[in-house]
């Protein structure tokens, strides 16, 4: 139960930053006791996995802050973001240290597909939320979410890893921010929308009286 735990918060953050779980579970696994991969996975723990991902984290992190340019981030992690999540979910689950699941360690193509699945509806989401943040701060506010993604990314990893049991609340919680920040932009739209709506009448009577 554990093992499943800490792979759907692991993948849920990769759906948000693909890099940031896997370098969390990485250094957990090469520092501490708390992860110990198996042998099929034990390259994540590697120093050229650890620095070419700690590479890949600083590039996603600066142009995802930039509207428009964060677009075509979104559409590369529409492949990484779900394979990472997959492989994170079969990595950890089918770690001994986390909970002796014998059975996911026997298993990983499950994990990897959970991990795809929870990943991927992750990233639909923030792909999809983008744009319409774009539109409506005309582009001043994709630094802010970009960040506030990371901020997710990175506390919902620790969670998964160090308290796995809290993984369902925090994800509650990343649900209800997004359902909040839905409605706000939709309140927004709907308030740009009336504005709109008569000073349009006044243009078209100004013409007529003309």
Not at 13 to 40: C, Q, S, W
Not at 68 to 91: E, K, Q
Not at 165 to 181: G, I, K, N, T, Y
């Amino acid at each position: 139960m554990l093992a499943a735990l800490t792979g759907l918060g692991l993948s849920a953050a990769a759906g948000l930053n693909a890099y940031v779980p896997f370098l969390i579970v990485a250094l957990f696994a090469r520092y501490t006791d708390l992860v110990r991969l198996p042998a099929d996975f034990a390259w994540i723990e590697s120093w050229w996995a650890i620095g070419g991902a700690g590479l890949l984290l600083i590039l996603e992190v600066t142009v995802d802050k930039v509207a428009v340019v964060d677009h075509l981030n979104d559409a590369v992690g529409t492949f990484v973001r779900p394979m990472t999540g997959g492989l994170i979910f079969a990595a950890t689950s089918a770690a001994e240290s986390i909970d002796n699941s014998a059975w996911m360690a026997e298993h990983p193509w499950v994990g990897v597909i959970a991990g795809i699945i929870v990943a991927g509806l992750v990233h639909s989401g923030k792909a999809s939320a983008r744009p319409m943040v774009n539109t409506a701060t005309l582009g001043t506010g994709t630094p802010v979410v970009s960040a506030a993604e990371d901020v997710a990314a990175i506390s919902l990893s620790l969670v998964a890893v160090m308290a796995p049991l809290f993984v369902l609340v925090a994800l509650l919680v990343l649900l209800w921010v997004a359902w909040w920040a839905w409605r706000r932009y939709r309140r927004m739209r709907d308030r740009r929308e009336d504005l709109a709506v008569p000073a349009r009448d006044e243009r078209l009577v100004t013409r007529r009286v003309l």
